[in-house]
């Protein structure tokens, strides 16, 4: 058994780009991440551009202008102004070549075809440079930026429709157990309805990790070989809950053996999730996950989290963290380092009740998890905490 430090530093070692090239339309790129500096094909704004509402002026000595005309944002309209004639325009629009500043509207007295300012202005004032954010062939964004809802906003404003990324990690969830039936079914006595998968899937999708294949296996130990043979061949990443402990029906560790995978840990010094195993197989990572569904998801959120981040070739791996102040106490009950189940807001963080590996109720109303260490038995209310701040 490791602790939770050496199960992270294996997870960081073992984990490797995949730095497989895809091209995707720009609409389908969130959360992808750029294998190629992105150039930009424009100026941007590609014009000198108004930033407010008011009145394009060719600057002259006197506070009076007169008013020729009006421009709006999409005008193609190029007037030429000469010193003390000005133009009313609108956000966004194109400042003509002769005017050399704007004047806000707030700022301005009309009267009939002749405005009147307060006072003399600077030259190039509330107007946006040619080229500002970025100038035609520099780049606009570089290699390794993950493409989030607004650097795919800004490479939309450059007329870019497609780009290059690294490929998002092909996985498989495999769940083991003949207690395990799809909801939606009548619950004969002895079952239990099947939830991990569900959940690994929409945290994978929160994720926006999409290329997901499921996998049941019953408690057969040839048809674990098989099945689990199968899914590490075409898979980047499988992610198989259950079946690891060592119960007389637990085959997902003694396959992964047989089929040659390298075990690299198996067992962290943790509650929840002390029967969590981590393998290699060629190019293929392996995590054999607890099967209580609360363990389960926070060994993905501790481990597994990361290996897909190293896998996209991203620079932050871990989830956020914070200080927060205990507005609870909890008594820890042996010498395990925990992670508990909260809720952060503004600084503040509340342990909920219903710790149990077992237990989705409270990871259900969770934002947070609090992690207590080996050597911390008590937590009083006042306590500073360390906290992980699970996706939202």
Do not use: W
Request: net charge positive; charged share 25%; hydrophobic share 40%.
């Amino acid at each position: 058994m490791i602790s939770i430090r050496e199960a992270v530093q294996y997870v960081k070692k073992h984990s490797k780009p995949l730095l497989r090239e895809v091209t995707k339309p720009l609409e389908k790129s969130g959360g992808y991440v750029l294998c190629k500096d992105v150039i930009s094909p424009i100026d941007m704004p590609p014009f000198r551009q108004s930033a407010m509402d008011g009145y394009a002026l060719n600057l002259h000595t006197k506070l009076e202008y007169d008013l020729i005309g009006e421009i709006k944002a999409g005008d193609n309209y190029h007037p030429i102004l000469e010193p003390g004639e000005t133009v009313r325009i609108f956000t966004g629009a194109a400042v003509p070549k002769s005017a050399n500043a704007v004047v806000m509207q707030e700022k301005v007295e009309l009267t009939n075809s002749k405005i009147r300012i307060e006072h003399h202005i600077d030259q190039d004032i509330n107007i946006r440079p040619q080229g500002e954010q970025v100038k035609k062939g520099s780049i606009a964004l570089k290699k390794g930026t993950k493409l989030t809802p607004a650097a795919i906003g800004y490479l939309a404003s450059l007329g870019i429709t497609e780009v290059s990324v690294y490929k998002k990690p092909s996985i498989s969830i495999v769940t083991t157990g003949n207690e395990l039936i799809e909801a939606g079914q009548p619950l004969p006595y002895g079952k239990i309805y099947e939830s991990n998968a569900t959940m690994l899937q929409n945290a994978l999708y929160q994720l926006k990790f999409y290329d997901i294949t499921f996998h049941k296996i019953e408690d057969d130990y040839k048809k674990t070989v098989e099945k689990l043979q199968t899914v590490i061949n075409k898979s980047d990443l499988v992610i198989a809950t259950g079946g690891i402990s060592v119960g007389d029906y637990d085959f997902v560790g003694k396959a992964l053996n047989e089929l040659g995978v390298k075990e690299i840990f198996y067992k962290v010094k943790q509650k929840p999730g002390k029967p969590l195993y981590f393998g290699k197989k060629d190019n293929t990572l392996i995590f054999a996950l607890p099967g209580n569904p609360a363990a389960a998801l926070t060994c993905f959120y501790i481990y597994t989290y990361m290996a897909l981040q190293l896998m996209m070739n991203r620079e932050a791996i871990e989830l956020s963290g914070a200080k927060a102040t205990s507005v609870s106490s909890f008594h820890k009950k042996g010498d395990r380092p925990q992670f508990l189940k909260a809720i952060f807001n503004n600084g503040e963080v509340e342990i909920l009740e219903g710790q149990s590996s077992s237990m989705l109720q409270t990871f259900a109303l969770s934002n947070a998890i609090v992690f207590m260490p080996e050597d911390k038995t008590q937590i009083k209310i006042g306590d500073i905490l360390d906290v992980i701040l699970l996706p939202v």
